[in-house]
Nanobody, 127 residues
Framework: QVQLVESGGGLVQAGGSLRLSCAASGRTSSTYAMGWFRQAPGKERDIVAAISWSGGSTYYTDSVKGRFTISRDNAKNTVYLQMNSLKPEDTAVYYC????????????????????WGQGTQVTVSF
């Protein structure tokens, strides 16, 4: 079992920045691909960004390319999402997810492929 705890959410004005963190605990000796998802009210939970275990492969949904950066520090069992140039449409609950994977360079982008989820952190971007 792996437990994930997100932090770093909050209220920010449009154009501002936030950095989300996701700390993993429990069975962290395995290799895990990680991802960030978000869910706005009345909408489905969608992928935002994902990163391989090695950190060398990443994925971003089109709407955040050039603004968000996903990274990880395996020594600290932590994944980050740096969000710059935030827009009101980025407002959502952001979730961290993890899945055990044998290949350290593979990125996982599908919701159903993830086994572990955090509780979510609210990000609100005002006009």
């Amino acid at each position: 079992q792996v437990q994930l705890v997100e932090s770093g959410g909050g209220l920010v004005q449009a154009g501002g920045s936030l950095r989300l963190s996701c700390a993993a605990s429990g069975r962290t000796s395995s290799t895990y691909a990680m991802g960030w998802f978000r869910q706005a009210p009345g909408k489905e939970r969608d992928i935002v960004a994902a990163i391989s275990w090695s950190g060398g492969s990443t994925y971003y949904t089109d709407s955040v390319k050039g603004r968000f950066t996903i990274s990880r520090d395996n020594a600290k069992n932590t994944v980050y999402l740096q969000m710059n140039s935030l827009k009101p449409e980025d407002t959502a609950v952001y979730y961290c997810a993890a899945t055990a994977i044998a290949h350290t360079t593979v990125v996982v982008t599908t919701h159903d492929a993830y086994d572990y989820w955090g509780q979510g952190t609210q990000v609100t971007v005002s006009f």
